[in-house]
Structure formats: structure tokens, C-alpha cells
């Protein structure tokens, strides 16, 4: 079974710029959760989609948005980029909801914006 | 903020012995979950121990969990280097709540040869 993919891997974006990040669960898997990482605040929530639901939503702007599509795909996108968006971004997939279930990490797609 | 909070920050010890680190979280939840994360493998879960549980096994891992006290602990018996990682709790707010899953900063355990 393939694991959860993020694409892209690197990106280097300008301040006020916008940007979109993919990933694709594994199959079957119905939530997909996203975490920013950075060295000083760790892994924050970001939000969760199950069914194309937003279930959750974390303490981040609204330049932070998400959906998830009919195949579980699901995109993020970050607006008017400021250079504290430089992070890990790591999406997750997981059966059943994320706090319930075991969660399957991607790779994450390593952000720095200049 | 963050719900869990990870003791030590940094632990080190040598190959074979066991290696003990702790969570303990702020509010009622409904399970508690452990991830360890190192360059070549990247995040991945270990065990998850719902909140009527005590204890768990897994291997080399047994997780411990005390409501009480809303703590856990994470033991990992005849430490190899490759368990050389970060290792972060995870616990989700009981009935849900604007959080979603929160992590805590972390354990950062070296295993020396």
C-alpha cells in the first residue's frame, strides 16, 4: 500500500506570494489532517478535513486555508506569504478521525519563503 | 498552545539501556498518542492508549497513562541507535475542540554506541 505523498518536496516563495500544497492519502483513509513544524513552536495543527469536511481548525490566520476532495485528496493554501510561514508542513491521513486513530505522516513539503 | 508538554527536552543514554520520557497534558482527553520522528523516517505513530487504559505494550515500548495526574510516560527497554529520534506525545481535547490533535516540542533522546 502506498504511503502518504506531499508535493511538492522543496519550495522557495517570495514574501506576499501564495502557495498551494498537495497531498494524497494513503487509500481508504478518510481524514487528512495538516501540522506546520517549525524549531520554535514544534508541530502546530492546522486543520483537519474528514469527508470533505473541515472538522477542525487550528490557532493559525485565515491566509491558512484548506479543503479535501471526493478522493481524499487534499490541498492547502497559504496567501500573502510572510517569512514566518518558513516551515515543515506535514499532512497526515488516518481511517477514522485524527485523534482517534493512528495517523500516517507524509514526507512533508519543506517551505522557505524569502 | 501547547496541550502536551514533553520531559526531558533531551535525554542521552547508552546503547542498551532504557530510556523513560514523559507528557503530561493540561485537559481531559480521550486518548493519548506517541510519534517518533528522525530524519530517515520522518513521523510515525508508535502506540496509542485510549484514556480508560493504564497500560500498553508495543515491543520494546510500553506507554503508561495516569488521568489523574494526566500524564503518560513512554518506556523504551534495550535502547538501540536506532531509536535515535525525537520522540512527541499527541492528545486530542475530549469531545473535540478547536485544538485538533496537539503535539507536544518534544523529547530529542541520542542513543550512544
Known amino acids: 500500500k502506498a504511503g502518504v505523498t506531499q508535493t511538492p518536496r522543496y519550495l522557495i516563495k517570495t514574501r506576499g506570494q501564495q502557495v498551494t500544497l498537495s497531498c494524497s492519502p494513503i487509500?481508504?483513509?478518510?481524514?487528512v489532517s495538516w501540522y506546520q513544524q517549525t524549531p520554535g513552536q514544534g508541530l502546530q495543527f492546522l486543520f483537519e478535513?474528514?469527508?470533505?469536511?473541515?472538522?477542525n481548525k487550528g490557532n493559525f490566520p485565515g491566509r491558512f486555508s484548506g479543503r479535501q476532495f471526493s478522493n481524499s485528496r487534499s490541498e492547502m493554501n497559504v496567501s500573502t506569504l510572510e517569512l514566518g510561514d518558513s516551515a515543515l508542513y506535514l499532512c497526515?491521513?488516518?481511517?477514522?478521525?485524527?485523534?482517534?486513530?493512528?495517523?500516517?505522516f507524509g514526507p512533508g513539503t519543506r517551505l522557505t519563503v524569502l | 498552545s501547547q496541550q502536551g508538554e514533553e520531559d526531558p527536552q533531551a535525554l542521552s543514554i547508552q546503547e542498551g539501556e532504557n530510556a523513560t520520557m514523559n507528557c503530561s497534558y493540561k485537559?481531559?482527553?480521550?486518548?493519548l498518542q506517541w510519534y517518533r520522528q528522525n530524519s530517515g523516517r520522518g513521523l510515525v505513530h508508535l502506540i496509542l492508549?485510549?484514556?480508560?487504559?493504564r497500560e500498553k505494550h508495543s515491543g520494546r515500548l510500553r506507554v503508561t497513562l495516569d488521568t489523574s495526574k494526566k500524564s503518560s510516560s513512554l518506556l523504551i527497554t534495550a535502547s538501540r541507535a536506532a531509536d535515535t529520534a525525537s520522540y512527541f506525545c499527541?492528545?486530542?481535547?475530549?469531545?473535540?475542540?478547536?485544538?485538533?490533535?496537539?503535539f507536544g516540542k518534544g523529547t530529542h533522546l541520542i542513543i550512544q554506541p
Open positions: 499527541a492528545t486530542e481535547v475530549l469531545r473535540g475542540g478547536a485544538d485538533g490533535l496537539t
Open positions: 487509500s481508504g483513509h478518510r481524514s
Open positions: 492508549i485510549r484514556s480508560n487504559e
Open positions: 485537559t481531559s482527553i480521550n486518548n
Open positions: 497526515a491521513s488516518s481511517l477514522g478521525l485524527a485523534g482517534m486513530d493512528e495517523q500516517f
Open positions: 478535513y474528514f469527508s470533505e469536511t473541515q472538522r
